[in-house]
């Protein structure tokens, strides 16, 4: 499995409570944008557990047609329906004694919602066009990006079956809002490419990293490897500058969770403190003045020195703006 790497304290708390709630058999949901380090989080939830000796096994339910989801996940017995020449066991027969990712569960039907919260209440398991019932023991991580509780809302989503999986609940933040991670991450991976293609590259030039701190990352962790992959083998220097990073900046803003916790209103999560709000609207007005500091300082009342200060302190903290 995949290291996480952070330093930002949001993450590591949500890493501190996944590997506390890990020994238990509860329910988790997991939130958080696209390409965020979902995955990463259940993997760590079931190496963490007295599971991690059983299967791991991970369904994508936005991926797969309605019916054939259905077979997939509860299995069939031979002739259950046309084209069932054999009996197949469904995924969650192959979880028994592990753990089920059902990510993008948001996608799922409304009609099997219903079927899945049957077979988690009653710890039972009915392949179609079976006879009896049999007893699986299997351990649900579900994730998805967009809210749960908008899809509820918006009566998508069943509300017995979300307060069923919602009994852990860890909500990824955006890359964006972890700047200091994009500094760790890149290191990291600037190093795993260079290895890779047996190139010698010293990191990252100051100003390359401040553009990088400076993008939105709408595909987050999975969409900065992309760019620095990129970078890596297309350099020509000791050391990787603005020119080797190739960033598309899209118009829109397509983190979904993001955008639905923003339509709510919700700048404060759990765990997230004043200064990190602060630090959000900060580098969010130098991004939309491109680095201005007068217009930056300006737009958000506050005096030149004021910022410039903030802005220092932030370097502390492997923030360069
Ligand atoms: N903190 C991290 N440290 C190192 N690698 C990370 C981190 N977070 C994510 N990654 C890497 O980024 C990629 C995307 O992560 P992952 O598949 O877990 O995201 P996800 O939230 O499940 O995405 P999606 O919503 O698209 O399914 C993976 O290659 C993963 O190893
Ligand atoms: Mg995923």
Redesign the pocket.
């Known amino acids: 499995m995949?290291?996480?790497?952070?330093q930002d304290r949001r993450?590591r708390d949500i890493i501190q409570l996944a590997k506390t709630v890990a020994r238990s058999k509860a329910t988790i949901l997991?939130q958080?944008?696209?390409?965020?380090?979902?995955?990463?989080?259940?993997?760590l939830i079931h190496e963490n557990s007295s599971r991690s000796g059983r299967p791991f096994v991970a369904i994508?339910c936005a991926a797969i047609p309605e019916n054939l989801l259905e077979s997939e996940l509860f299995g069939y017995e031979r002739g259950a329906f046309t084209g069932a020449v054999t009996a197949k066991s469904g995924k969650f027969e192959l979880a028994n004694g592990g753990t089920l990712l059902l990510?993008?569960i948001s996608e799922m039907d409304f009609r099997l919602q219903a079927k899945l919260l049957r077979v988690i209440q009653e710890g039972e398991v009915d392949r179609i066009g079976g006879r009896k019932p049999s007893a699986v023991d299997v351990r649900i991580i579900a994730?998805t990006?967009r809210s749960l509780s908008h899809c509820v809302q918006d009566g998508s989503f069943r509300e017995d079956l979300f307060y069923r999986l919602n009994v852990v609940n860890l909500t990824?933040p955006p890359?964006r809002e972890r700047v200091g991670?994009v500094e760790?991450?890149s290191a990291?991976l600037v190093e795993k490419y260079a290895k890779k293609n047996a190139k010698t590259i010293q990191g990252i030039a100051p100003e390359a990293l401040s553009y990088l701190q400076s993008h939105r990352w709408p595909?987050?962790?999975?969409e900065?490897?992309n760019v620095i992959e990129r970078a890596v083998i297309t350099s020509q220097d000791a050391q990787l500058g603005i020119k080797d990073l190739f960033i598309e900046r899209p118009e829109g803003d397509s983190s979904q969770l993001t955008q639905d916790l923003a339509d709510s209103e919700k700048s404060w999560i759990p765990g997230r403190t004043l200064d990190d709000i602060e630090r959000t609207v900060i580098i969010e007005a130098l991004q939309y003045h491109q680095g201005n500091r007068t217009h930056t300082a300006k737009a958000l009342g506050i005096s030149i020195r004021t910022l410039r200060n903030k802005i220092s302190d932030y370097k502390g903290l492997g923030i360069h703006l």
């Open positions: 995949n290291e996480i790497l952070t993450m997991i958080g944008d696209s390409g965020t380090g979902k995955e990463l989080i259940a993997n994508n990510d993008e994730t990006n990824i890359l991670d760790l991450i990291y595909g987050n962790v999975r900065l490897e």
